[in-house]
C-alpha cells in the first residue's frame, strides 16, 4: 500500500472524541494491528485529543485536526490544536509544564497521566509548538512486517 | 447525549453498584466523574464499579475512580472494581491505579471483600 493521508477536523468537545476513537480502532484493524494493539492506539488518540480539547482549544468552535499517515511500515497520527492562547496560565501544556506533571504523576495522582501513557504506548512520540500557536503531537506505531510473523 | 444513562445504580447488602455500559473515553469519563460525586454527597461508603461492559477507559476515568477509592476509604469506605477486560487491567497497571484500587475478576468477588 503507497502512502496515503487521511485528514479530520473535529469541533473541540469530549464528545467528538469516541466516534474518532472508533475510527481509528477500525482503521488499525483493517491494517492488520493485533487486538493489543489496536487497543493501544485508540487509547493513545483518545489521551492525545483529550488533552488538545482541554488544553489547547479556545472553545469548541475552533476545532482539533488530524492528520493520520498510513505507510506500509507504520501507522503516524499527528494532532494539532491552536492554542489556548493563555501561554501563562497553568492548563497550557508547555514542555516545562509537562515535565512538572510527569515528576509530580503518581499512581494515586487523578490526572497528569496523558502523555506518560502516550509515551509509554507509542512507538515514536514528538510534541511541539505550531504556528497557529498551538501544539502538534505526533505519534507512529509500527506495522508488523509479515517476515516478523512466526508462524 | 447523556452517557449517565449507560451507567446502572443498584444496591446489594448496603453496598451500591455501578455497572457501567458504555466506553470511557473523554465524553462519558466527566459523567462518570459526576455519578461518582453524586454518591460521595449522598454518603455513600461502599461502592463496586462493575466494568464487565466496557472495552475501553482512559487516564481521565481511571483518575475519577482512584480520586472516589481515595475519599472513601478517609470516610471508613471503599471502592472496589470488577470485571476487567485484559486491555483495562494493562491500563490500571501502566499508570499503577491498580495498586492503589482493589480489582476483583467478578461482581461477587468484589461484594464478598467487602
Redesign the interface.
Known amino acids: 500500500m503507497e502512502k496515503s493521508d487521511i485528514k479530520l477536523k473535529i469541533p473541540s468537545a469530549?464528545?467528538y472524541?469516541?466516534p474518532t476513537?472508533a475510527f481509528i480502532g477500525n482503521l488499525a484493524q483493517s491494517l492488520g494491528f493485533s487486538r493489543?494493539r489496536v487497543?493501544?492506539i485508540?487509547?493513545v488518540l483518545?489521551?492525545i485529543?483529550?488533552n488538545a480539547?482541554?488544553h489547547g482549544s479556545v472553545d469548541a468552535t475552533v476545532g482539533v485536526k488530524l492528520r493520520i499517515r498510513i505507510d506500509t511500515d507504520s501507522l503516524e497520527i499527528l494532532v494539532r490544536d491552536t492554542g489556548s492562547r493563555q501561554a501563562e496560565a497553568k492548563n497550557w501544556l508547555t514542555h516545562e509544564r509537562l515535565s512538572e506533571i510527569e515528576a509530580n504523576r503518581?499512581?494515586?495522582?487523578?490526572?497528569g497521566?496523558?502523555i506518560?501513557?502516550v509515551k509509554?504506548?507509542a512507538d515514536t512520540y514528538e510534541m511541539q509548538r505550531n504556528a497557529a500557536g498551538g501544539t502538534d503531537v505526533r505519534v507512529v506505531f509500527g506495522r508488523l512486517k509479515p517476515s516478523d510473523l512466526k508462524l | 447525549m447523556d452517557s449517565t444513562k449507560l451507567m446502572k445504580l443498584r444496591e446489594e447488602s448496603g453496598i451500591k453498584i455501578l455497572e457501567i455500559k458504555t466506553d470511557l473515553s473523554s465524553y462519558a469519563a466527566s459523567d462518570l466523574r459526576k455519578v461518582l460525586e453524586d454518591l460521595l454527597a449522598e454518603k455513600v461508603e461502599r461502592v463496586v464499579v462493575n466494568l464487565s461492559q466496557v472495552s475501553h477507559i482512559n487516564s481521565t476515568a481511571v483518575g475519577a475512580l482512584v480520586g472516589v477509592a481515595k475519599r472513601l476509604r478517609q470516610s471508613g469506605g471503599d471502592l472496589k472494581i470488577c470485571a476487567l477486560a485484559d486491555n483495562l487491567t494493562r491500563t490500571f497497571n501502566l499508570i499503577g491505579a491498580s495498586s492503589v484500587v482493589e480489582i476483583y475478576e467478578s461482581e461477587n468477588s468484589a461484594l464478598a471483600a467487602f
Open positions: 469530549d464528545f472524541i469516541e476513537r493489543k487497543a493501544d485508540q487509547l483518545d489521551e485529543c483529550s480539547v482541554h503518581s499512581p494515586c495522582s487523578e490526572r497521566h496523558g506518560f501513557i509509554s504506548l
